[in-house]
């Protein structure tokens, strides 16, 4: 739909939609940018102040992608008037605030509309130097791939859902998708990364297809190397998938290459949408150990190197 209508261009837009970047960027002089990016989902877990933190956590996570830092953020919001008492919106609201606070950020406002379906996201602008922006587009033939969240959140939402999902799965996945991205952006920052991407509704397998695609090179994810949260094979084993899962699935269809040998439980946690999923970043191969063991000095001990890039072969990604 977006290619069918005329795209904008303006010699301050720096990062728009050409490439599926995780926000866009405008320049406001030669040493300050703005970054700006939204998100809002349904809920995904039952208590209203978690949800917030994830919500909130979700969209400063695209920020963070770029390498910028979170300024200020307004809360968008659906409410069905009625059939909910209002103290579920003031905690859902609560937790978002919470996380922006943790990002060093404030909250100026925002919009609520009365709506069928409950949902919360955010609208952040963060701020970063023109000349320092991480794209999803800078991957190198040669670069390392390093993966700093564990995969499996929309699996275990699923369980949730459906009363399949163990109390310790969704523990791990609520702590995991509460914590900000902030940490291992300036760890990335300070390498610096050559591309980044907040892996988050394509699933890893979507977002490595953009940053390939984008970059004109082939991305390898290692299936045995993936960070996985506990509980998320076995409960796609027991077909808790999303729809986003199917949508992803069909739409890399021709896109990716899947070995055969590869259980089909874990291809689907490489395929499961994410909610505030880690950063995919694209480093030098002789500098990813050094980043994995810093952003495990930092506290992210899931962080992983799960796969590398080659010159463009006849699919832009292979999982292997």
Known sequence: ?????????????????????????????????????????????????TFGQIAAANALSDVYAMGGEPRTALNIVGFPRGRLDLGVLTDIIRGGSERVRAAG???????????????????????????????????????????????????????LKRRKASAASVR???????????????????VP??????VTGFGLLGHAYEMASGSGVTIVLEARALPLLPG???????GCLTGGCRRNREYLDNKTSIDRSIPRDLVEVALDP???GG??????????????DELRAKGIDTSRRVGYATAAQEVSVRLV
């Open 1 to 49: 739909m977006l290619h069918s209508l005329p795209p904008f261009h303006h010699p301050d837009l720096l990062v728009g939609t050409e490439t599926s970047d995780d926000a866009g960027v405008f320049r406001l002089r030669d040493d300050l940018a703005v970054v700006n990016t939204v998100d809002f989902f349904t809920p995904i877990v039952d208590d209203p102040y």
């Open 105 to 159: 950020a404030v909250v100026i406002g925002g919009h609520s509309i009365i709506d069928e379906e409950l949902k919360y996201g955010m609208a952040v602008t963060g701020v970063i130097h023109p000349d320092r922006i991480i794209r999803n587009s800078g991957v190198r033939p040669g670069d390392a791939l390093v993966l700093t969240k564990p995969l499996g959140t929309g699996i275990i939402a699923t369980g």
């Open 274 to 276: 994410q909610t505030s």
């Open 172 to 190: 791990a996945a609520v702590r995991s998708m509460i914590a900000l991205n902030d940490v291992a952006s300036a760890v990335m920052r300070a």
């Open 193 to 198: 990364a050559h591309a980044c991407s907040d």
């Open 279 to 292: 950063l995919l970043i694209a480093v030098a191969a002789d500098q990813a150990d050094a980043l994995v």
């Open 232 to 238: 998320a094979r076995r409960l796609a084993r027991q």
